[in-house]
C-alpha cells in the first residue's frame, strides 16, 4: 500500500515518484566533508564519492541504521569513517524519505536501512569494526535484510550489487543481479532474512547453532500464522503452550514503524496495551481481552484474545450482490438486510466504547470483524479517553480529510460509521471525496437491481451531499443516461477526451506522465502504461493527437528498443504496432527486430509480455506492409509455441490464467496466425490451451465461470488483463470463426463466462482492471458473434461508468490504480476508457491490439 501512498506525494493530481517532491523538508548531510569528496543525488538517496576511489561492483555491503533523532550524529560518524577508509557511501537525503523507508507500512526489504556503505573485501572487516566501536551505546531499528555485525545496535552487512546490473523482467521491471561464488548471474535477492548467493561463505559470522525444529515459540506462544507482516513488527495468531488457548499476538519492532507523529511501533502499542487495559476494566464487552505484554530480544509483544471471524472488507466482497453475477432483486433485499444488522451490531459495539469514554480513533473495515456472534471492533491502536488528543491515523476514506468540518469528541468514529456503510454499498470513497455529486450516478447504478434502504443510504452519505454538482456539470444526468443512453454516452466520451488531451499537455508531461505507479517501475513508452496506449487510443478513436507526441514516441522508441522489454503492452512490440498505426513502417519494423530476438522470449510465451505478443506485432506488420519477414517473425512465435510440451512454466506466475498472462491469451494469437497462414493447426492447437484454461474456471453459485489470476489465489475476477473478460475475447473469436476452429465446450461455457462480465459496479473504472474492460468484452461479443444482447449489456455497463468521473479544468478525468491520484494511461485511466466507449458507441473490431 505504501508503494500507492509513495507516489502520491510528489503532486497532488497526478502519481509521481517520491523523489520529486518539490520540497522534502529537512535534509540530511555531513557536517564536515573532507577535501575531494563530492555528492549526487539519486531517487531518494544522496551517494558520497572521491576520484581516487574505486568501488567495486560487488561484495559486502554495510548497511548503518539509525534512530530518527540520532540520524545526524549517526551520519557523521559514517561519513568520517568513510573518509579515513576511502569507502564510497550513500544516505537517505531527507527526513521525509526516512519517513517512509521506516514508516509502519513502508517496504520491509528496505526497513531500517539509512547509510549504504561499500568497501572492498580488504576494508570491509577493518570498517565494520572501527563504526561497531564509535556507534557503541547507539541503536537503530535491525535491518531485515541483512545480518547484524557481532553485538553492534547499528551496523549489518550483507553480500550483494553495489553497482546495478539488472536483469529485464518481463514486465519492464529490472531485477538486480550478482555474480555467485561459482561465476554465475544469479538474482541479488533482497528480501526480509539473510541469504547468501550460491558459493559465497559468511567470514564474518560466528558458527551457527543447531537449528529449531517445529515451529516457533516466544514466551510460550507457539506462532500457528502470520496473519500480517509490516515495518511495525507482525500480527500472529498463536496458542498459549500452557492452556491450549488460541491467541492474537502483536509484535513492536524497536525503533521501526514510524508514523507521521515520529512515534514508534513500540511507543504505540505500550499505549494501546494501556488504553486496552482501561477499556477492559470499565467495559469488558468492548474490547478484545489483554492477556500478557513482555519483550522478547529486542521486541515487544501485546497478547489478547483471539476474534475469530471475517474483517469486515472481506465480508462485503464475499457477500454484496454487485460484484457477483446474475443476483435478483430479492438477493439485493436480502444483503441490505445483513448490513442493517452489521451496523446495528457496530453501533452497539461502538456505543459499549463511548460509553465507557472511549473513542476508537480508526473506525475502517479491516478493525471491524464480523463473527457469529457479532460484530468485534479490534486493533485499538488509535484508541484514546474521550478527551484526550486524537490520534490521527484513520485509513484513506475512513477519516475525515483535512480541513472537514466535525464537532464533538466521537466524530472520527462517527465519519469512519457512515463510510463503513459506504462500503458496504459499494467503496467509492475516493471518488465521492473529490466529488460528491457522483452519488446521484452510484444511486442511480445499485438501485437498478434493488433500491438501497433509505436509511441505510442516509447512513453512507451523511457527510456527503449529492446535490454538491461542482464537478459533475458536464455529466449527462441519470435520467439521460436511462432515457438516450447512446446520446449520453457520446457527449460523456467527449468529456472523457477533453480530460485526457488536458493531461497529456506536452509541456508537462516530462514531470507529471498521467499513469500509476507501475508505469514509473517499468517504462513510460509501453501500451499498458505509457505513451503508446494514450496514443493508441487517441488514434483509434479519431483523436487528434498533440503536436510532438507521436515525434516524442518515435525517437524514444528508437534510441532506448535495446532497453526495453519485447512485450505487446509492456514493451516494444506494442510501441512497434502503434508506430505502424501511426505510419512511421521503418521504425516500427526497427522496434519489432529489437523484441524478436530478445532473450526473454526464451523463458516467456504469453500474449502480455512474451512471444505470443510479439507474434501479434508481427502479424500486424505483415498486414501493413505485406512483407513476407514479418509473417515468418510469428510462424517462428507459433512454431516454438506449440512445439513447448508445458507450456507453465512460460506463463506468468503461479500457472497464471488469462488473457495477458495465460493460456487465453496465447490461444488468441494462434487464432490469428491460422488465419494468416490458413493453417488449422494453430487454430486447434490454441483450442487446446482454451479447454485447459477453462479446466482452471471456477463456478460461481449462479452457473457463471470466473477465473483467478493463478494458482495462489482463489477469487474469481472478471477483468480484462486477468479474468472472465479477457477469456471471453478468446473464446468469442474461436467460437464465432470456421467450425473447425471452436466446438461444443467452447460455445456452451461462453455465455457462461459472459455472464459474470455483465456488472455495473467494479472497484475500478479501467479497462485492463475495471468496469470499461467489461464493457469492452461485452461489445466485442455482440459484434462477433451479432448479439443484440450482449450489445445493449455493453451500452448498460458502459454507462455504469460515469459515477467515477470527476470533472477537471477541462472535460472529465478518473482516479488511476489505487484511487488516489488521477491517471490517463490505458491500464486504468482515461486512455482505456476512452477506448472502451469508442467501442461500445462505434463496435470497429480490432481495438486493443487484437488484429481483427
Not at 505500550?270 to 521486541?299: I, K, M, N, S
Not at 455483465?758 to 482492471?769: Q, V
Request: charged share 25%; glycine share 10%; proline share 6%.
Amino acid at each position: 500500500m505504501l508503494g500507492f501512498h509513495s507516489y502520491a506525494q510528489a503532486d497532488p493530481e497526478f502519481y509521481a515518484p517520491l523523489s520529486w517532491l518539490p520540497d522534502p523538508g529537512r535534509r540530511f548531510a555531513p557536517r564536515s566533508v573532507s577535501d575531494g569528496w563530492t555528492s549526487a543525488t539519486h531517487d531518494v538517496w544522496t551517494r558520497w564519492t572521491h576520484p581516487d576511489v574505486v568501488t567495486p561492483d560487488q561484495g559486502w555491503k554495510v548497511h548503518v541504521s539509525a534512530r530518527l533523532e540520532r540520524a545526524d550524529l549517526v551520519l557523521d560518524t559514517v561519513a568520517r569513517a568513510c573518509h579515513a577508509e576511502r569507502v564510497a557511501f550513500k544516505h537517505l537525503s531527507a527526513e521525509v524519505f526516512f519517513l517512509f523507508m521506516h514508516h509502519k507500512h513502508g517496504p520491509r526489504p528496505q526497513a531500517g536501512k539509512f547509510c549504504a556503505l561499500y568497501p572492498d573485501e580488504r576494508s570491509a572487516l577493518r570498517l565494520m569494526e572501527r563504526l561497531a566501536g564509535e556507534l557503541a551505546g547507539e541503536e537503530g531499528p535491525y535491518v531485515l535484510s541483512d545480518r547484524r555485525f557481532r553485538d553492534s545496535r547499528t551496523v549489518y552487512y550483507r553480500y550483494g550489487a553495489f553497482e546495478a546490473r539488472g536483469g529485464l523482467r518481463a514486465d519492464g521491471g529490472r531485477e538486480s543481479l550478482v555474480r555467485d561464488g561459482y561465476g554465475r548471474d544469479v538474482t541479488d535477492s533482497r528480501g526480509v532474512s539473510f541469504t547468501l548467493p550460491p558459493g559465497i561463505g559468511d567470514p564474518f559470522a560466528k558458527p551457527a547453532g543447531r537449528p529449531r525444529n517445529g515451529p516457533p515459540v516466544i514466551h510460550g506462544y507457539e506462532i500457528v500464522q502470520v496473519l500480517q507482516p509490516s515495518n511495525a513488527g507482525g500480527a500472529y495468531e498463536a496458542k498459549d503452550t500452557r492452556t491450549g488457548r488460541t491467541v492474537f499476538i502483536k509484535e513492536a519492532r524497536a525503533h521501526n514503524g514510524l508514523y507521521w507523529d515520529r512515534s514508534t511501533a513500540v511507543e504505540r502499542l505500550r499505549r494501546e496495551h494501556g488504553v486496552l487495559t482501561e477499556v477492559y476494566q470499565a467495559a469488558p464487552d468492548a474490547c478484545p481481552q489483554p492477556l500478557d505484554y513482555f519483550q522478547e530480544w529486542e521486541h515487544e509483544f501485546l497478547v489478547t484474545e483471539f476474534v475469530a471471524g471475517t474483517p469486515l472488507h472481506t465480508w462485503a466482497a464475499l457477500h454484496s450482490p454487485l460484484i457477483q453475477a446474475g443476483r435478483t432483486s430479492a438477493d439485493f433485499d436480502a444483503y441490505y438486510g445483513e448490513c442493517e444488522r452489521v451496523l446495528a451490531e457496530l453501533d452497539q459495539a461502538l456505543a459499549r466504547l463511548h460509553g465507557a469514554g472511549f473513542r476508537f480513533g480508526d473506525l475502517n473495515p479491516r478493525n471491524v470483524m464480523v463473527t457469529p456472534d457479532g460484530v468485534r471492533l479490534v486493533d485499538f491502536e488509535s484508541c484514546t479517553h474521550r478527551d484526550a488528543p486524537l490520534i490521527p491515523m484513520g485509513a484513506d476514506g475512513y477519516a475525515p480529510p483535512a480541513g472537514f468540518p466535525l464537532s464533538g469528541p466521537f466524530a472520527w468514529d462517527e465519519y469512519g460509521l457512515s463510510a463503513i456503510a459506504l462500503l458496504l454499498v459499494m467503496p467509492m470513497h475516493a471518488v465521492v471525496r473529490r466529488s460528491p455529486g457522483n452519488l446521484r450516478w452510484l444511486r442511480r447504478d445499485v438501485g437498478k437491481h434493488a433500491p438501497v434502504p433509505a436509511a441505510l443510504w442516509r447512513r453512507a452519505t451523511r457527510f456527503h451531499d449529492e446535490r454538491d454538482t461542482a464537478r459533475t456539470g458536464s455529466l449527462p444526468a441519470p435520467g439521460e443516461l436511462d432515457e438516450r443512453p447512446r446520446e449520453s454516452l457520446a457527449r460523456f466520451a467527449d468529456e472523457v477526451r477533453l480530460g485526457l488531451m488536458d493531461m497529456i499537455d506536452a509541456e508537462r508531461l516530462d514531470r507529471n506522465f498521467p499513469t500509476v505507479p507501475r508505469g514509473f517501475e517499468t517504462n513510460l513508452l509501453c501500451v499498458a502504461y505509457g505513451l503508446a496506449g494514450i496514443l493508441h487510443a487517441l488514434h483509434v478513436t479519431g483523436s487528434a493527437i498533440p503536436a510532438g507526441l507521436a515525434e516524442r514516441l518515435r525517437t524514444r522508441a528508437v534510441d532506448h528498443a535495446g532497453d526495453l522489454p519485447p512485450g505487446l503492452h509492456t514493451g516494444t512490440a506494442g510501441v512497434a504496432w502503434v508506430l505502424a498505426d501511426l505510419g512511421l513502417h521503418d521504425e516500427a519494423g526497427d522496434v519489432l527486430a529489437h523484441a524478436a530476438r530478445h532473450p526473454i522470449l526464451e523463458r516467456t510465451t504469453t500474449l502480455g509480455e512474451g512471444r505470443a505478443g510479439v507474434g501479434m506485432a508481427a502479424l500486424r506488420m505483415h498486414r501493413g506492409t505485406d512483407q513476407a519477414r514479418f509473417l515468418d517473425l510469428a510462424v517462428t512465435a507459433g512454431e516454438a509455441i506449440v512445439r513447448t510440451d508445458d507450456l507453465r512454466p512460460t506463463l506468468g506466475p503461479g500457472n497464471a490464467r488469462g488473457l495477458l498472462h495465460g493460456r487465453a491469451g496465447i490461444a488468441l494469437f494462434l487464432h490469428r496466425l491460422s488465419a494468416a497462414t490458413g493453417n488449422d493447426r494453430y487454430a486447434h492447437a490454441g483450442r487446446r490451451l482454451l479447454h485447459e484454461e477453462l479446466d482452471l474456471a471456477i463456478e460461481l453459485p449462479d452457473g457463471a465461470l470466473s477465473f483467478s489470476d493463478s494458482d495462489q489465489t482463489h477469487r474469481g475476477l472478471p477483468y480484462l488483463f486477468s479474468g472472465s473478460a479477457g477469456v471471453a475475447l478468446a473464446l468469442s473469436r474461436y467460437a464465432a470463426g470456421p467450425d473447425d476452429f471452436g466446438d461444443a465446450r467452447i460455445t456452451t461455457a461462453l455465455p457462461r463466462v459472459l455472464s459474470d462480465v455483465r456488472k455495473n459496479c467494479c472497484a475500478f473504472p479501467g479497462l485492463y482492471c475495471g468496469l470499461a474492460g467489461l464493457a469492452f468484452a461485452l461489445a466485442d461479443h455482440a459484434e462477433l458473434m451479432d448479439d443484440p444482447r450482449s450489445a445493449d449489456a455493453a451500452l448498460d455497463v458502459a454507462t455504469g461508468l460515469v459515477k467515477y468521473a470527476v470533472g477537471g479544468r477541462r472535460g472529465v478525468r478518473f482516479l488511476g490504480e489505487g484511487s488516489l491520484r488521477f491517471s490517463g494511461e490505458l491500464w486504468s485511466g482515461g486512455a482505456g476508457i476512452l477506448l472502451a466507449l469508442h467501442r461500445v458507441l462505434n463496435r470497429p473490431a480490432g481495438h486493443f491490439l487484437l488484429l481483427d
